[in-house]
């Protein structure tokens, strides 16, 4: 049996927040567990270069960076389990891309959907960063011969232009140097929105903090920002379905099954009949539960950049060797003299 090698990254802007950890990062643990049983590889990145494709001031980029590589560590990533790095440390990355911009075609690039979206009307104001930077998710994975990917739906599409531009690559050049990755769904990968806004996804770029919970909010702070999250003035009821035009609500309950690996009919059937005044000092008490051990680890690794940047660099390295046969594979079949 082939072993799994799974890559996923996420960009190093601002702190992590509860949709990171319930949606991505709690399943980037179970993963990188199961597979390190298994004999597999898992390499978790922080997507810096990504970072770039939009203005970041530049001391702001280093401290997110060293920031989010110790939220993620809190959180359960283990090095010692997963290689963890950050994009800048192994130039592989930004090589592979240039690489690969031979084989992607405009027409692919222009249907991608997360473009128009992040470039809105502005289009031609948009970094060619912005308008390319699938083609450096591509490489991303491709350059580590990536069989999984753990993608979101609005990752889906990445992962297949990541695929046909492999997939064209091979054929042109009648070699196979490339794995086509297969997607991981997680099943259990929660959706949290925003707590002033039950129709939004909660976000680090949202203007109001009090919008999300932060792994590095403390007590007091997740008290304060789930007593003021927007509600109405129904109590629960006892069926999840009745909740479907009531986004706050359901939110605030998808949270709580979340945190407690349950599902919304499990919470309601202990709170159905309650109003909020009751059920968000339950809430705020089992996220207060989970959330205090990562803050209080976050807390002591942010006080060690050096530990941190030894950890990244470490990861790095192992990332290069994982990454050279295939770059040089690459070089290869262009007929590149090096």
């Given at each position: 049996?082939?072993?799994?090698?799974?890559?996923?990254?996420?960009?190093?802007?601002?702190?992590?927040h509860?949709g990171?950890?319930?949606?991505?990062?709690?399943?980037?643990?179970k993963m990188?567990d199961?597979?390190?049983?298994?004999?597999?590889?898992?390499?978790?990145?922080?997507?810096?270069?990504?970072a770039?494709?939009?203005?970041?001031?530049?001391a702001?980029l280093?401290?997110?960076?060293r920031?989010?590589?110790a939220?993620?560590?809190a959180?359960g990533?283990?090095?010692a389990?997963?290689?963890?790095?950050?994009?800048a440390?192994?130039?592989?990355h930004?090589?592979?891309?240039?690489?690969?911009?031979?084989?992607?075609?405009?027409?692919?690039?222009n249907?991608m959907?997360?473009?128009?979206?992040k470039?809105?009307?502005?289009?031609?104001?948009a970094?060619?960063?912005l308008?390319?930077?699938?083609?450096?998710?591509?490489?991303?994975?491709?350059l580590?011969q990536?069989?999984?990917?753990?993608?979101g739906?609005?990752?889906?599409?990445?992962?297949?232009?990541?695929?046909d531009?492999?997939?064209?690559?091979?054929?042109d050049?009648?070699?196979?140097?490339?794995?086509?990755?297969?997607?991981?769904?997680?099943p259990?990968?929660?959706?949290?929105?925003?707590?002033?806004?039950?129709?939004?996804?909660?976000?680090k770029?949202?203007?109001?903090?009090?919008?999300?919970?932060?792994?590095?909010?403390?007590?007091?702070?997740?008290?304060?920002?789930?007593?003021?999250?927007?509600?109405?003035?129904?109590p629960?009821?006892?069926?999840p379905a009745?909740?479907?035009?009531?986004?706050e609500a359901?939110n605030?309950?998808?949270?709580?099954?979340?945190?407690g690996?349950?599902t919304?009919?499990?919470?309601?059937?202990?709170?159905?009949?309650?109003?909020f005044?009751?059920?968000?000092?339950?809430?705020?008490?089992r996220?207060?539960e989970t959330?205090?051990?990562?803050?209080?680890?976050?807390?002591?690794?942010?006080?060690?950049p050096?530990e941190?940047?030894r950890?990244?660099?470490?990861?790095a390295?192992?990332?290069?060797?994982?990454?050279?046969?295939?770059?040089?594979?690459t070089?290869?079949?262009?007929?590149?003299?090096?």
């Open positions: 049996m082939t072993h799994m090698r799974i890559v996923s990254g996420i960009q190093p802007t601002g702190n992590l509860l990171n950890y319930l949606g991505a990062i709690r399943n980037w643990v990188q199961e597979n390190a049983a298994a004999g597999g590889d898992t390499l978790f990145f922080l997507a810096d270069m990504h770039i494709t939009v203005y970041n001031d530049p702001s280093t401290a997110n960076t920031e989010m590589a939220a993620l560590i959180a990533v283990d090095p389990k997963a290689v963890l790095f950050n994009q440390r192994v130039p592989a930004a090589e592979l891309c240039w690489l690969l911009n031979g084989t992607a075609r405009i027409g692919w690039l249907r959907t997360q473009f128009k979206e470039s809105g009307k502005n289009r031609e104001g970094s060619v960063g308008f390319a930077y699938p083609v450096l998710q591509a490489a991303d994975v491709l580590y990536a069989t999984h990917v753990p993608v739906d609005d990752q889906k599409q990445h992962l297949e232009l990541a695929r531009i492999a997939a064209k690559f091979n054929t050049y009648a070699r196979e140097v490339f794995t086509l990755p297969d997607p991981i769904i997680p259990t990968a929660a959706r949290i929105m925003s707590l002033r806004d039950g129709s939004a996804k909660m976000s770029s949202d203007s109001s903090d009090m919008a999300r919970i932060n792994l590095s909010d403390d007590a007091d702070m997740v008290a304060q920002k789930i007593r003021k999250a927007k509600t109405d003035a129904d629960l009821p006892e069926d009745l909740l479907a035009d009531r986004p359901r605030l309950v998808g949270i709580h099954a979340a945190l690996d349950e919304a009919a499990d919470v309601l059937a202990r709170h159905a009949g309650q109003g005044g009751a059920f968000k000092p339950a809430l705020t008490e996220l207060v959330l205090g051990p990562i803050r209080t680890r976050f807390e002591a690794l942010r006080a060690e050096a941190i940047d950890i990244l660099t470490t990861g390295a192992r990332a290069s060797a994982l990454a050279k046969s295939t770059l040089e594979a070089y290869a079949a262009l007929g590149l003299c090096r």
